[in-house]
């Protein structure tokens, strides 16, 4: 299927069925072309929040999979999660209806706009294409935004603009991200990771390498941090312009007087050996100043005034489950924070660490049985930086434990942990132990987030 086509479907209200419609990324695709015009349906496997959001926006959302369900749809739309044997891709490949894969979708829809800003990483993701769309929202640029998380300042996951500019997060789990039409790549930072899918880190690296040569040669930008020797790798031979951002004078974009309070950074941003302007960040950490800086790298090239990089930044208070202020308990603060790779993990605990608070309690929910095996040491290393590491059992998202891996294993590891394999033990600990003082983290990818209201409702 070319963008022709699915343009001539949507324009002729055809019936596009979303299997997996319930994901953020999804779910944000069902909106759009509903708003394009196309007769969006789906299917879930489960009943969530989003699911009766959906259906409020009139889109029929079946819960289960059957073939039936296709109904009279003209396209079929999967998660990479969505296996060939699943009832409604089966049925579709019998009709021979089309199958798109959801970044096969998100990049032919990305060749109906002016220009295409996709935002890659193995961590960062999030954050730098929100602290985008604050910017471009305050330089008055209408982006079409997809983003991987619930940013207040856009209501959701979706914002849909002019046709001028889309900027969206570009995953590169299962190479995603080489369906996309990037017109400006960020490459934010790369690190082993997805060990289940991707052979090595040089097979990771050749990932990100293909997504940058994906940028047209002519008017296409990389932006590059300079100071990650894998992402140098990935753009090694791609004959594009590169923009390179780092922490150090000397990178094309880079921070000067810089001061920190309490782990909230402000600072000079230089761009090309010019003062851009003064940024102030509502959000922590010594990682969000770089993602400032990969973020001033485009909007320069873009043409934003530093005036309006500033106040849009200024504006940029976190989005869902990055750093979330979630409330009190029994006087501690507690903090959300969707970590789940160890070198997110160290940037959050030290980012905590500095913020003047007497303890830093984490409590952690493995994700994926493989990721788990793969990074062990460094998980280990990682959660030593908390005060105290509490570990639920791992997260299985749509793995089986097929080698009998556990968290108490890395519990054995990791000097004064705790092991308290599901929610209710883990909020009891947490009731046991909380204090006036206290930094309470509940960190990773999979329900670890429900803790917080495991706590405050009592029910531990």
């Known amino acids: ?110 060749q109906g706009y002016n220009h295409a800003l996709c935002v890659a990483g193995t961590h960062g993701k999030t954050s730098t294409t929100s602290m985008l769309t604050e910017v471009l929202l305050c330089a008055h640029m ?10 207040p ?42 060990l289940d899918f991707f052979s090595s880190t040089d097979d990771i690296i050749h990932s990100f390498h293909r997504f940058a040569c994906l940028v047209p040669e002519k008017e296409g930008l990389v932006v590059a941090n300079g100071e990650d020797p894998h992402v140098e790798k990935a753009v090694a031979g791609v004959n594009r312009r590169i923009i390179r951002f780092g922490l150090e004078k000397g990178w094309d974009v880079y921070p000067q007087n810089v001061e ?74 507690i903090y959300d924070d969707y970590a789940h790779h160890p070198d997110e993990i160290i940037a959050t605990l030290k980012t905590a660490k500095s913020m003047g608070y007497d303890r830093v309690i984490c409590v952690f929910q493995p994700h994926t049985y493989s990721r788990t095996q793969s990074l062990f040491d460094e998980f280990a290393q990682a959660l030593s930086y908390a005060d105290i590491a509490v570990l639920t059992e791992i997260y299985a998202a749509r793995e089986t434990n097929v080698n009998h891996i556990s968290s108490k294993s890395l519990v054995d590891r990791i000097p004064g942990a705790v092991f308290a394999p599901t929610l209710p033990e883990a909020a009891e600990f947490i009731r046991r132990q909380a204090r006036p003082g206290d930094l309470i983290f509940t960190m990773g990818a999979g329900d670890i987030y429900k803790l917080y209201d495991l706590l405050a409702s009592n029910h531990v």
């Open 142 to 151: 209408d982006p079409t935004v997809m983003v991987g998380g619930e940013l």
């Open 153 to 194: 300042m856009i209501g959701g996951s979706l914002r849909i603009g002019a046709k001028d500019l889309f900027v969206a997060e570009a995953c590169e789990y299962r190479n995603s991200f080489l369906s996309f039409l990037p017109t400006i790549a960020i490459l934010l930072n790369i690190e082993r990771d997805h």
């Open 1 to 110: 299927m070319n963008y022709q086509h699915l343009k001539q479907l949507i324009e002729e209200h055809k019936v596009i069925h979303l299997c997996g419609i319930g994901g953020v990324s999804m779910r944000a695709l069902a909106r759009l072309l509903q708003q394009m015009g196309a007769t969006v349906q789906g299917s879930d496997r489960d009943h969530s929040p989003a699911v009766a959001m959906l259906r409020r926006q009139d889109i029929t959302v079946y819960i289960g999979h059957s073939a039936q369900q296709l109904g009279n749809a003209a396209l079929v739309i999967r998660t990479a999660a969505v296996p060939d044997t699943n009832p409604e891709i089966e049925e579709a490949r019998r009709r021979g209806l089309p199958v798109l894969e959801r970044a096969q979708a998100w990049g032919l829809l990305m």
């Open 260 to 333: 920190s309070n309490l782990g909230y950074y402000s600072f000079d941003i230089i761009c090309f050996g010019e003062f851009y302007c003064r940024a102030t960040l509502q959000v922590p950490g010594e990682h969000n100043m770089k993602n400032a800086l990969a973020a001033a790298a485009a909007c320069h090239a873009l043409g934003v005034p530093g005036k309006a990089f500033a106040a849009g930044l200024g504006g940029y208070t976190g989005v869902g489950r990055r750093f979330e202020r979630k409330g009190t308990f029994q006087g501690a603060v």
